[in-house]
């Protein structure tokens, strides 16, 4: 069966450092990958599209990996803050439109 | 601003009882779409919507009901065949083919009393 995976455990990082999160999946040929950001209590906020045939994606301190040989996106956080710290929350795309999302994982950014 | 909106924030039900939450956007988008977010769990999709008076079942529709009338709506019904209704709904929209991800609302936290 499919099946998407973040690291559940909770990420902690020094403000300043880069932040990196890992999202591997199985059973599975996305023709996008998504990125998104999940404060307590609200919805998910969009962030970032990869498709299949882009290796990397940047968009101000993000970055975004997609290696579908090794069926695994990485999500960058350079310079994080203390305001990055949320859930972020991985999401394949394959025919159609539907999104099936990951569990998340939780990054917190310390002072 | 264009937006997609949620309500009730909170919606407590007692046991038997339907229930429906109401989505609506102004983002003129053509598909929409119902998930359920239990804690650690990720996002499970119950029920989408491309068009207007077109729906699919997502992976865990059972208990549930929608309907599309018109473009702007997608409101979402808790049936009591539902066993285990108490979660977090999120409802989301997108244009077909966009690039820009879906937009999602605020939430609703249904809690069975």
């Known amino acids: 069966s499919q099946k998407i995976e973040q690291n559940s455990e909770a990420l902690n990082i020094q403000e300043g450092k880069t932040a990196t999160l890992t999202c591997n999946y199985t059973?599975?040929?996305?023709?996008?990958l998504q990125w998104y950001r999940q404060d307590p209590g609200r919805g998910p906020v969009f962030l970032l599209l990869i498709r299949e045939n882009e290796k990397e994606k940047r968009k101000e301190r993000l970055k975004v990996t997609f290696d579908t040989t090794l069926k695994q996106s990485l999500f960058h956080i350079t310079a994080s803050q203390p305001a990055d710290s949320a859930t972020y929350l991985c999401?394949?795309?394959?025919?159609?439109?539907?999104?099936?999302f990951g569990t998340g994982t939780q990054l917190k950014v310390e002072l | 601003d264009g937006g997609i909106t949620q309500s009730p924030k909170y919606l407590f039900r007692k046991e038997g009882q339907n229930v429906t939450l109401s989505c609506e956007q102004n983002l003129n988008h053509d598909a929409m779409y119902w998930y359920r977010q239990d804690p650690g769990q990720g996002l499970r999709l119950i029920y989408y919507?491309?068009?207007?008076?077109?729906?699919q079942k997502g992976d865990i529709a059972e208990g549930y009901s929608v309907s599309r009338e018109k473009k702007e709506s997608f409101p979402l019904t808790v049936t009591s065949a539902q066993k285990n209704p108490t979660a977090f709904y999120l409802c989301?929209?997108?244009?077909?083919?966009?690039?820009?991800?879906?937009?999602f609302g605020s939430g609703t936290r249904l809690t069975v009393v």
């Open positions: 919507s491309q068009i207007v008076n077109d729906f």
């Open positions: 999401a394949l795309q394959g025919g159609g439109n539907k999104l099936t």
């Open positions: 059973n599975y040929s996305p023709a996008y």
């Open positions: 989301a929209s997108s244009m077909y083919g966009d690039s820009r991800g879906y937009t």
